[in-house]
């Protein structure tokens, strides 16, 4: 079983930067690939970002490439989403996910993900 928690979200401006982190629990972090979703108001939830479970590949949405960066320190069993040049269509509710021993693109592609964290609000003012 893994427990994550999202932290970090807040209001911005847009240009503005935060960094979001999920905290798991558990001593399997370390087999787990990461991936941060994000829903909008009345939107589906759609993949943002995600890193393998050795930190060795990364995957991101064509909207985020360049402006977001995903990491992970296996040592504090946490994950990093680190968003910079934030603009209002960044606005949504940010949530982790994990899935054993699977790609950084598989986390993309695939719906289907074993556990979720409750969310983060980001919102972005222009």
């Known amino acids: 079983q893994v427990q994550l928690v999202e932290s970090g979200g807040g209001l911005v401006q847009a240009g503005d930067s935060l960094r979001l982190s999920c905290a798991a629990s558990g001593r399997t972090f370390s087999s787990y690939t990461m991936g941060w979703f994000r829903q909008a108001p009345g939107k589906e939830r759609e993949f943002v970002a995600a890193?393998?479970?050795?930190?060795?590949?990364?995957y991101y949405a064509d909207s985020v490439k360049g402006r977001f960066t995903i990491s992970r320190d296996n040592a504090k069993n946490t994950t990093y989403l680190q968003m910079n040049s934030l603009k209002p269509e960044d606005t949504a509710v940010y949530y982790c996910?994990?899935?054993?021993?699977?790609?950084?693109?598989?986390?993309?592609?695939?719906?289907?993900?074993?556990?979720w964290g409750q969310g983060t609000q980001v919102t972005v003012s222009s």
């Open positions: 996910a994990a899935d054993r021993f699977r790609t950084a693109q598989a986390m993309g592609v695939l719906g289907d993900h074993e556990y």
């Open positions: 890193i393998k479970w050795n930190g060795r590949s990364t």
